[in-house]
């Protein structure tokens, strides 16, 4: 393929690169966690980098939740065109709230099976599973072309699945716990490999939030995670790739003086105006991995009988203490460019210090061991766009993590290897 080609998908125009092509999806990684990290001296590569590179700030998508930001940088667009508004969804045409988890809900093609339709070789490899089948759609997985897995899962790769298999002999670590910073490492350690074995010309790299759910910017335990990160970055580097690290979200601290979590209980509170269970508040955080959040995070959607006030509703919202923003549905749809079909009649966004839940009783907070720290609202919205390559042609836009690999292929200067230099 040369370098005059290009690949068009969702919209977009990506030229086919020259150099393999590496997105960092860091996640929950708040723009303090790599600034201080940097200024204490956690990370001499990304350090000496910067000043070759871009060292750039972006939006990421509310919800600032996981899945959704994922597939945003996967897709190159907002929620409303790939469709994965959370993590978790209420289906009204079920009656059910399901897991989002299934590429069945995905409405969009992802730069990775376009691009591999013109020959790309792609990588892609996530820390939790549950973005594995998301993250893949529509790749034909093929040893040394195409391969996709997920740390969580790395001993149970096969050909046909992944494209790969013996995961766990190329990395050299046995699988991680679930709720480590090792699984993010093995993620990094897998694609040094790949980088090694399969060059591929995209790669795509992304980590789980465990550490920056307990631990605050500059701490011990964010530092020496962001040191471990560094270490890999290197390598990457030093094999010629194009790298962007960018974030899913931020992180914000959400709890009390006293180390209590500091939530708004919204359907508590809509039982007392509406009535028992009249209204059905959504918590789209909600994931089989709570233990760290407890399934509290600062945006909700409403759902509410038909023939409801909405007005009424959003005012009495509102008036709580901690809101920040409350949506109609079409407000929030046009607002945060989501899917007005898989949201509610109302989209509740909490304030930086405050979390909402449902309802006391339905929030198991034995997990959590730090005081909680956690996101979905507006205040997580900034998060890193950081290139190791002086980026052009981007004046004047409001950028966004989406954005990483339209800044990989088409704003990096041309044949400009920092190893090189
Ligand atoms: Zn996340």
């Known amino acids: 393929m040369g370098r005059d080609a290009t690949v068009t998908v969702n919209g977009r125009t990506y030229r086919f690169p020259d150099a393999p092509v590496v997105v960092v999806c860091i996640d929950g990684s708040e723009p303090d966690y790599m600034e201080e990290a940097v200024a204490s001296g956690q990370m001499p590569w990304l350090k000496s980098m910067l000043p070759r590179g871009a060292d750039l700030r972006a939006d990421c998508v509310v919800p600032s939740f996981t899945n959704p930001n994922n597939l945003s940088i996967v897709t190159g667009q907002p929620p409303e065109v790939h469709g994965i508004c959370g993590n978790f969804f209420y289906d009204p045409a079920?009656?059910?709230?399901?897991?989002?988890?299934?590429?069945?809900?995905?409405?969009?093609?992802?730069?990775?099976?376009?691009?591999?339709?013109?020959?790309?070789?792609?990588a892609v490899v996530t820390a939790k599973d549950k973005l594995r089948r998301?993250?893949?759609n529509g790749l034909e997985m093929k040893p040394g072309e195409a391969v996709c897995f997920s740390a969580e899962k790395a001993d149970e790769t096969s050909v046909a699945g992944n494209g790969i298999d013996g995961v766990v002999d190329l990395v050299g670590k046995p699988v991680p716990s679930v709720y480590s910073a090792d699984l993010s490492e093995f993620v990094f350690a897998a694609g040094v490999k790949l980088m090694d074995s399969m060059r591929p010309d995209l790669m795509y790299l992304s980590t789980t939030d465990y550490v920056q759910h307990k631990h605050a910017p500059g701490s011990e335990g964010a530092n020496s995670f962001y040191r471990m990160m560094d270490s890999y970055f290197i390598q990457l580097d030093a094999a010629g790739a194009v790298i962007v690290l960018t974030a899913d979200h931020g992180m914000n601290a959400k709890h009390k003086a006293d180390g209590s979590p500091n939530v708004l209980y919204l359907q508590s509170a809509l039982d007392e105006f509406l009535g028992e269970g009249v209204a059905r508040t959504i918590l789209p955080i909600t994931d089989p991995y709570v233990v760290h959040h407890g399934a509290l995070g600062s945006y909700a959607t409403v759902y509410l009988p038909a023939g409801a006030d909405v007005t009424e509703v959003a005012a009495q919202i509102e008036g709580l203490e901690g809101v920040e923003q409350v949506l109609t549905r079409e407000a929030a749809a046009q607002t945060f460019e989501l899917p007005s079909d898989r949201i509610g009649e109302l989209v509740v966004v909490t304030e930086k210090t405050r979390a909402v839940g449902t309802s006391p009783d339905r929030h198991d907070l034995s997990g959590l061991e730090v005081p909680l720290r956690s996101h979905g609202g507006v205040s997580e919205q900034r998060v890193p766009l950081v290139v190791n390559r002086h980026v052009a042609g981007i004046e004047g836009r409001r950028l966004r993590n989406f954005d990483a690999f339209d800044i990989a292929l088409n704003h990096v200067a041309a044949g400009a290897s920092a190893a090189a230099e």
């Open 134 to 136: 998301l993250l893949g």
């Open 94 to 122: 079920k009656g059910e709230e399901v897991m989002m988890n299934d590429p069945a809900y995905l409405r969009a093609p992802t730069i990775f099976s376009a691009f591999q339709q013109l020959g790309a070789k792609i």
